[in-house]
């Protein structure tokens, strides 16, 4: 087995896909349809400590007075949607600040994906993260890891230098970070979300998502 073989194997028996585990809806938030979406209350310094975490990216707004967690994989076709409505969230309030944490669990391709998507983001800007982010979702198909450098290939980085970085053990490092704690918080599935008090489990949709962040600002919480 070669080294790169090696630590897609160690990464896939990290990340194995999991169902969700269906969390309650404590809080009142509705999705598109009007259903309640799956939550739980947390403690707002989850929120900062999943900012902590070894391969979270502040995106977008560093200086925004709310703050947007949001935990995805890049084959899953609801973080697709996710990733389109947040950026349309973020193009009319320059206030809110997001930060994006890559959770591959939908196989070796997210996995390979993921690997090349945060060293990527060791390299640049968030500026140009959030760019390249926001690329790679233009395409249809699976998200692997030669789409990942191909996208990579528009931004001024060495590509070479790029895969050899994606290639490190300290990657499979900051996966491992992630899956504990989205395993903290019984988080198995994405996209998922922390943002005041609460952990969102699903897209509750663009409106759902407004409803929330004007909640935290006005009164700190999900919920007023």
């Known amino acids: 087995m070669t080294r790169q073989s090696l630590i897609v194997a160690l990464t896939l028996a990290l990340c194995a896909p ?3 585990q269906g969390l309650p809806a404590q809080l009142p938030i509705l999705g598109e349809d009007g259903s309640r979406v799956a939550n739980q ?3 707002p310094d989850r929120v900062a400590a999943a900012e902590k975490l070894p391969g979270a990216i502040v995106a977008a707004n560093p200086d925004g007075d709310v703050t947007l967690v949001e935990f995805y994989d890049l084959n899953c076709p609801y973080c697709r949607r996710a990733s ?6 973020l193009q ?11 959770f591959p669990v939908l196989g070796i391709p997210s996995i390979l994906a993921g690997r090349v ?3 990527f983001s060791k390299m640049v800007t968030p500026s140009d993260f959030y760019k390249y982010h926001r690329a790679i979702y233009a395409g249809r198909g ?4 030669q789409r990942a450098l191909n996208t990579a290939s528009d931004f001024k980085v060495d590509l070479q230098k790029l895969l050899d970085a994606a290639n490190q053990d300290g990657i499979t490092d900051i996966m491992k970070a992630h899956l504990r704690f989205a395993d903290s918080l019984g988080q198995k599935a994405t996209p998922f979300y922390l943002i005041g008090d609460v952990a969102i489990q699903g897209h509750p949709g663009r409106k759902g998502l407004k409803s929330v962040i004007d909640s935290v600002r006005k009164c700190g919480k999900a919920v007023c």
């Open 117 to 119: 998507e945060i060293a």
């Open 92 to 102: 009319a309030d320059k206030r809110l600040r997001l930060v994006l944490v890559p």
């Open 84 to 89: 389109a409505d947040v950026d349309t969230l």
């Open 41 to 43: 209350r947390i403690s």
């Open 142 to 145: 699976t998200i692997d890891g």
């Open 18 to 20: 999991v169902h969700a």
